[in-house]
């Protein structure tokens, strides 16, 4: 009986020993790019693989220099662990002389999750974005103070298994393109971080695009622009999905400043759509809001007779040259229904359009000829 006993302690101990969490020094992180020109990814990677991990605990610091860009900028998180959330902290922090806006990144894991880390394999664990910074680029640092920091919190890289802390101290960062990477090798007591450039973009202030004598006004105000700023392109489109470009605005040097740029085109009639891509000297660039506005063209009128249509209404186009004139009719999710070609002439075109066959409700007729476009609602009863 008492050999049957120690035989079942051993083997429940054993159970334990079999379930308990693996720690070591496992892993390191990095930055990189983000989704955004304003945001980075927190990256992690193992250098042995690893099962049924999940993470307690998951600490980080960035850092961004007070120098680069002046006010401090707001940012959010967004983790990619449905198991972690984050609780913030900020504060000045110093480091090899540099004063840096602290963001101080708590993950409180749930330990509930079960997940596999191959050796080598990079995982995103988190992306945080940058707002509201009157400058441009920035540079973000992970950041590692010696022993954490002196009075500002726990400032390091940190992460923990099931309650173990399984970070590389020795190497708690590694590098890749547009990074510098430093550690020391003594872990919490050290110094180090992996840094990379972020281009926080220009923030448009205001966008208003408006008609006057058949042509487009536009207006907008900028704001955090500086040297790296180039140029501004207008692009246009007549579906709201198809944009062109149709000219350039250069980049002042000011912080904030004010352009306008007006589209001298008498032949455009009806809905027509702008928006500003906004380019920096290095190639990147990002959108605007997109803005519409209502032509009336005298040399181009469209009109329907009967609407509400029973079964055939009756599509008048007036042209002033000779042009094909393409009919599409789409229902009220988009979906074409009918679609057809006239070999307009100069003047009036009358076209019989047949509905007959189509179930009761909302239609939009959409009517194109050359830059001319215009699109009528039309009832089916």
């Given at each position: 009986?008492?050999?049957?006993?120690?035989?079942?302690?051993?083997?429940?101990?054993?159970?334990?020993?079999?379930?308990?969490?693996?720690?070591?020094?496992?892993?390191?992180?990095?930055?990189?790019?983000?989704?955004?020109?304003?945001?980075?990814?927190?990256?992690?990677?193992?250098?042995?693989?690893?099962?049924?991990?999940?993470?307690?605990?998951?600490?980080?610091?960035?850092?961004?220099?007070?120098?680069?860009v002046?006010?401090?900028?707001?940012?959010?998180?967004?983790?990619?662990?449905?198991?972690?959330?984050?609780?913030?902290?900020?504060?000045?922090?110093?480091?090899?002389?540099?004063?840096?806006?602290?963001?101080?990144?708590?993950?409180?894991?749930?330990?509930?999750?079960?997940?596999?880390?191959?050796?080598?394999?990079?995982?995103?664990?988190?992306?945080?974005?940058?707002?509201?910074?009157?400058?441009?680029?920035?540079?973000?640092?992970?950041?590692?103070?010696?022993?954490?920091?002196?009075?500002?919190?726990?400032?390091?890289?940190?992460?923990?298994?099931?309650?173990?802390d399984?970070?590389?101290?020795?190497?708690?960062?590694?590098?890749?393109?547009?990074?510098?990477?430093s550690?020391?090798g003594?872990?919490?007591?050290?110094?180090?971080?992996?840094?990379?450039?972020?281009?926080?973009?220009?923030?448009?202030?205001?966008?208003?695009?408006?008609?006057?004598?058949?042509?487009?006004?536009?207006?907008?105000?900028?704001?955090n622009?500086?040297?790296?700023?180039?140029?501004?392109?207008?692009?246009?489109s007549?579906?709201?999905?198809?944009?062109?470009?149709?000219?350039?605005?250069?980049?002042?040097?000011?912080?904030?400043?004010?352009?306008s740029?007006?589209?001298?085109?008498?032949?455009?009639s009806?809905?027509?759509?702008?928006?500003?891509?906004?380019?920096?000297?290095?190639?990147q660039?990002?959108?605007?809001?997109?803005?519409?506005?209502?032509?009336?063209?005298?040399?181009?009128?469209v009109?329907?007779?009967?609407?509400?249509?029973?079964?055939?209404?009756?599509?008048?186009?007036?042209?002033?040259?000779?042009?094909?004139?393409?009919?599409?009719?789409n229902?009220?999710?988009?979906?074409?229904?009918?679609?057809?070609?006239?070999?307009?002439?100069?003047?009036?075109?009358k076209?019989?359009?047949?509905?007959?066959?189509?179930?009761?409700?909302?239609?939009?007729?959409?009517?194109?000829?050359?830059?001319?476009?215009?699109?009528?609602?039309?009832?089916?009863?």
């Open positions: 009986m008492k050999k049957y006993f120690l035989l079942l302690t051993f083997a429940f101990f054993s159970q334990i020993a079999f379930c308990q969490p693996t720690s070591g020094k496992f892993f390191s992180a990095t930055l990189k790019p983000g989704s955004q020109l304003n945001s980075v990814y927190i990256v992690v990677k193992s250098n042995t693989t690893l099962t049924g991990v999940s993470f307690s605990t998951f600490e980080f610091e960035l850092g961004i220099p007070t120098t680069s002046g006010s401090r900028p707001n940012f959010t998180v967004n983790s990619f662990d449905p198991t972690i959330t984050y609780a913030t902290d900020g504060a000045i922090e110093t480091q090899d002389g540099q004063d840096y806006y602290g963001y101080g990144f708590s993950g409180n894991g749930s330990a509930n999750g079960s997940s596999l880390f191959t050796a080598g394999v990079e995982y995103t664990m988190a992306e945080v974005f940058f707002t509201n910074s009157p400058t441009v680029p920035a540079q973000v640092r992970l950041m590692q103070l010696p022993n954490g920091g002196t009075g500002t919190g726990n400032v390091y890289f940190y992460v923990a298994d099931h309650g173990f399984v970070t590389n101290t020795d190497a708690q960062f590694y590098g890749g393109p547009g990074t510098t990477v550690n020391d003594n872990g919490y007591s050290g110094s180090s971080y992996v840094y990379i450039n972020v281009v926080l973009p220009i923030k448009l202030s205001s966008f208003n695009a408006t008609s006057k004598n058949n042509n487009a006004l536009l207006n907008w105000t900028v704001e622009q500086d040297a790296t700023s180039s140029h501004f392109e207008i692009e246009r007549i579906n709201g999905t198809d944009f062109n470009s149709i000219g350039t605005v250069n980049a002042t040097s000011d912080s904030k400043a004010t352009y740029y007006t589209d001298e085109n008498t032949n455009l009806g809905i027509v759509y702008y928006r500003l891509k906004m380019v920096n000297k290095d190639g660039f990002v959108y605007s809001d997109v803005k519409s506005v209502q032509f009336q063209n005298a040399a181009f009128a009109t329907l007779y009967p609407n509400p249509v029973q079964n055939i209404t009756k599509l008048n186009v007036t042209l002033d040259q000779a042009q094909v004139i393409k009919v599409i009719v229902d009220a999710l988009g979906n074409r229904i009918k679609q057809m070609e006239i070999a307009g002439q100069k003047g009036m075109n076209k019989t359009i047949d509905l007959s066959t189509v179930p009761k409700g909302s239609y939009m007729i959409r009517v194109q000829a050359g830059q001319n476009l215009q699109t009528l609602p039309i009832i089916k009863n």
